[in-house]
């Protein structure tokens, strides 16, 4: 902890400032979203279909939007969307606590979507502005506050929700209420611009800076070669769930083990994530620790296709030790994965970079999970769940393996181990 505190008061103002607002982001996302869908339907008594219909159109909102987001805030500037961002979830956190009506609920999911896309893409490009050339350091600081705050917004919602999920609802609201306060008064202006030349209108605007971005080759690849790393990053939310919950021996164990997995990933990023940086930055070259990072991402499904057909309980087992293994290499990739996303973005557009970055893993997302839910539906009636967990990890080696193309061909930047490694705090 000493290394994370040190690290963190290195920075200046701007920087500090958003990473505890991304802390609390996670706080009060992850303390009502969990909950949510039992809420939806064992309280307020909702079809399935429409508890499916509310979640599907948060995700959607926020999903399909990020590109919008980014290029609004390149826009306007950072702290305009970072604000509107935190405000918009007030208000739609707000409603879902207040409102039975679907249609109102609709909105409301919607809201809290829309307003993900409006900070998500803000947030990065201006801890990559105010970073300069200690990006690397500062997403992975980002990353421990980020996992800090899914580690604990579970738990503060537990204990809320047991009093009541609407209480739920309204103190994440707070949280956001104060986050905007916070960021409105505190936070400099960074970034925006007043348009283009000859009083060209906003929508061709962002019509044009999309197309800047789809022009921009290496950081399409880039972007196409990482996808495939978030469908397996997001296997800790489907497959190795599901997984638990079919071998373990009662309902007691499934949550244990859940949480385990969960808290893991939170802990090591707290614990370790400055010191893996740091490593990582002395050893390889950016490319070269992305191609590790997502390798690594692959291998984590390895013990649970070791385990398929062995006892319920190693099954168990081997999906939590996935679980953390995929919490590492996120850990070893994902600062040097936002830094190059800024690398390849050149001297403009930073947001709007990161917002297509964000659409195109959205996709891969959702397109992964309708694939790997149904391996698993698969797996069970053909009682070969080794192919689902191999062909996971086949991902990850393509992924690798198509990061490291980029790399040999010098369109992911030198390769050497970058100048700044030694002003890492270990």
Known sequence: MRAVLGQFGSFGRPVRLLLINQFGINLGFYMLMPYLANYLSAQLLLAGWIVGLVLGVRNFSQQGMFAVGGSLADRFGYKPLIVAGCTLRTVGFALLGLVDSVAVLVIAAAATGLAGALFNPAVRAYLAEDAGERRVE???????????GILVGPLVGLVLTAADFRLTCLVAAAVFAILTVAQARALPARGGRRGEPGGVGLLSEMLSSWRQVLRNRPFMLFTVAMA????????????????????????????LAVAAMFAASGLLAVLAQIRVTAWCRR????????????????TAFL?????????????????????????????????????????????????????????????AVAIGNMLAGGAVD?????????????????LGVACGTAILWLGRRGLLGPAIPTKQAATVTA
């Open 378 to 394: 698969w797996a069970r009636s053909t009682q070969m769940p080794i192919v689902l967990w191999l062909a996971l990890a086949a």
């Open 138 to 148: 500062a997403f992975a600081m980002f990353n421990v506050f980020y996992q800090a």
């Open 228 to 255: 495939g790393s978030y469908v397996l990053s997001f296997q800790v939310y489907l497959t190795l769930p599901l997984t638990i919950e079919a071998n373990a021996p009662s309902p007691a164990v499934e949550k």
């Open 303 to 363: 013990p649970v296709a070791a385990a398929s057909t062995g006892p319920p309980m190693l099954v168990v087992a081997s999906a939590v030790l996935a679980g953390a293994i995929i919490a590492v290499a996120t850990m070893v990739a994902y600062p040097f994965e936002m830094d190059m996303v800024v690398t390849l973005a050149g001297a403009g557009r930073i947001a709007t970079h990161y917002g297509v970055y964000s659409t195109v893993s959205g996709i």
């Open 283 to 298: 050893r390889w070259s950016p490319h070269r620790s992305l191609t590790w990072g997502v390798a690594l991402l692959g």
